[in-house]
């Protein structure tokens, strides 16, 4: 995203604005149409398929499979399902890129944002891991703010605040500092921060791939290029499976396929702004499934967190989509 070009100050405009305005523009000339009622159907389907997917990650986890091979799995399973479905629809041609050092940031960034979503599963019950990941929003505006220049008025700082109020309600700080953050829940909680500031630097870095990718040219490339580290270090960690083990993780492979090519397509269909509120179902998936599967409710603290969490995010999202309305009315004035 570094200025000095019209090409990239042209992607750095319309990713501040997170869609496209009015305006005639190089971003909207290259860019795939929008379809903002596929964009949010894609966005909700990929939120529903996640909260199953995590389920097979705790079971996975329960049955001694290490995470680096659960990612190993979950990546390389992927592959076969993403194939068939581009030979079936747009065909191999379709996954040719020149923009190979792109796709190879976006696997740095999207591996070690996995396993941190992973290792947070892991480690916490599933509604509070998912209530930190919500936190996601608030961290896009303050990297829009620092790695883009947006200009951030008193209204989103504001509404970033209040998030970081529930974030840290979440959390439970004084709780974390009296026992040293040790333990699951402890380390849990700072993974999945690491992992909700992981994904809001994915947000950007996939909004601005899919200008030029289709969403299955970039799935199929971070599937491929994380088969390089995940490779490397399988052998390390890899042990013998059974029957149920090999179901679990081929579930996890589709699911996985099923939530990167939905997730993917939203975000090439829609503004980040307009699919982001999506998101938030998640938390009602996540509280129903870690009590049907696994008996757990969500803590005190996260309860007064959460409905923080969403008011701020939704808020963000819905700034958002008022610039993007009002701008083309001040430009026509």
Known sequence: MKGGS???RAVGADMRMGSMTAAPSLAQLAGPPQHYLGGISLRLLAMVSLSFMFVLVKYVDAAGVHIVESLFWRQALVLPFLLAWVMATSGLASLRTRRIGAHARRMVMG???MACNFGAMILLPMAEATTI??????FAVIFAAILLGEATGWQRWSAVIVGFVGVLLVLDPIAGFAGGFGGD???????????????????IAVRDLGRTENAATIVFWFSLLSMIPLGIALPFVITPHDGREWLLLAGLGFLGAVVQMSLTGALR???????????????????A??????GTLPADTTWIG???IVASGLFIAWREHRRHID???EVAA
Do not use: E, Q
Request: glycine share 8%; aromatic share 10%; hydrophobic share 55%.
């Open 185 to 203: 829940h402890g380390v849990g909680t700072l993974v999945a921060l690491s992992g909700a500031i992981m994904t809001a630097l994915i947000t």
């Open 306 to 308: 959460a409905p923080l």
């Open 289 to 294: 499934a870690g009590w049907w599967f696994f």
């Open 269 to 287: 269909l829609a503004p980040v702004s307009v699919v982001i509120p999506m998101d938030y179902s998640s938390l009602l998936w996540s509280i």
């Open 133 to 138: 990941s919500l936190s996601v929003p608030i």
């Open 6 to 8: 019209r090409l990239a």
């Open 327 to 329: 701008r083309p009315k």
């Open 111 to 113: 591996l070690t944002g």
